[in-house]
């Protein structure tokens, strides 16, 4: 199981896994309801839900019968995005995406040529292989800035600690009105997008969100290591950083700090033995 929430009313625990939706009876465990995701034909928010519930529609068509069904909960936005990832396996799927050229600004300060992919849930960078190597969901997105002076450039905000991302598209505009429709559409959240614009030099000063201050970088314990992602194929070297308050990861090369994350979002750790 990957994820888990509660419901009202009939309180269910409602579990994704790789095949199919299940649902549980939170005091015995018992699977009270299962749907494969290639019955499913669609899961949006409710249009009209009541006046402070968030609601969702599932609509089943199964070889016994067509089923619509609605749900209540307090994470139904998270439910919406994680249930679209296997929208591909849904019953007549037609993907629904469109896919722009544009550049990724790093943390080295440099531009590199990505593609992006506007889908009902995130928005994607794909490398030239057409991989996804990062995804940029809608519900952790807090805003879209505009940049000045780097043409068709706009930063992502991204989750609690306002992690920002720079991106680039020659039609910028197209694909944040495309990303704020589907977002919309298929989640029913709007995208705030900031009325000022920020500027080179202020991006890459606040690039590492809430984390970024001195005193939040200044690591008393440091260890070298090697990060594999489906970014850095074969293995980086990191320099892996300990401060009061975050985990910092570094270039060994040039001490840059690549990023850095509070410590008290990480959940766990898995030891992998090779």
């Known amino acids: 199981m990957n994820h888990c929430f509660f419901f009202c009313r009939y309180k269910r625990i409602f579990s994704f896994g790789t095949l199919a939706v299940t649902t549980y009876n939170p005091t015995t465990l018992e699977i009270t309801n299962q749907w494969l995701y290639d019955e499913f ?3 949006k928010p409710s249009p009209r839900p009541p006046q402070g519930q968030d609601e969702f529609v599932i609509h089943i068509r199964s070889k016994r019968k067509n089923d619509t069904m609605r749900f209540s909960s307090d994470y139904t936005h998270e439910i919406l995005s994680e249930a679209l990832l296997h929208m591909h396996k849904f019953v007549d799927a037609k993907p629904d995406f469109m896919d722009f050229s544009g550049y990724k600004h790093d ?3 440099r531009r590199i040529p990505v593609k992006l992919r506007v889908t009902a849930h995130s928005l994607q960078r ?3 292989n057409c991989e996804v190597i990062a995804a940029y969901k809608y519900i952790r997105i807090k805003s879209i800035v505009k940049m000045q002076e780097y043409p068709g450039g706009f930063i992502l905000e991204m989750g609690e600690q306002r992690r920002r991302h720079l991106l680039a598209c ?3 505009d ?5 990303m704020r429709q589907m977002a919309g559409n298929y989640l029913g959240i709007s995208i705030p997008v900031a009325k000022g614009e920020d500027t080179l030099e202020e991006f890459m000063q ?11 970088l200044t690591s008393y314990a440091e260890f070298k290591v090697q990060k594999f992602s489906p970014r850095h194929i074969p293995s980086a070297k990191r320099l892996l950083c300990l401060s009061e ?11 840059a700090a690549i990023c850095s994350r509070a410590l008290k979002s990480v959940s766990f750790r898995v030891v992998c033995f090779c």
């Open 170 to 172: 020659e039609v910028r």
């Open 245 to 255: 308050s975050c985990i910092i990861e570094r270039d060994p090369a040039t001490y």
């Open 41 to 43: 034909v669609s899961i």
């Open 174 to 178: 197209d694909l944040i009105k495309l």
């Open 206 to 216: 606040t690039r590492l969100g809430l984390c970024g201050r001195d005193e939040q």
């Open 126 to 128: 794909l490398n030239s």
């Open 107 to 109: 943390w080295s300060d």
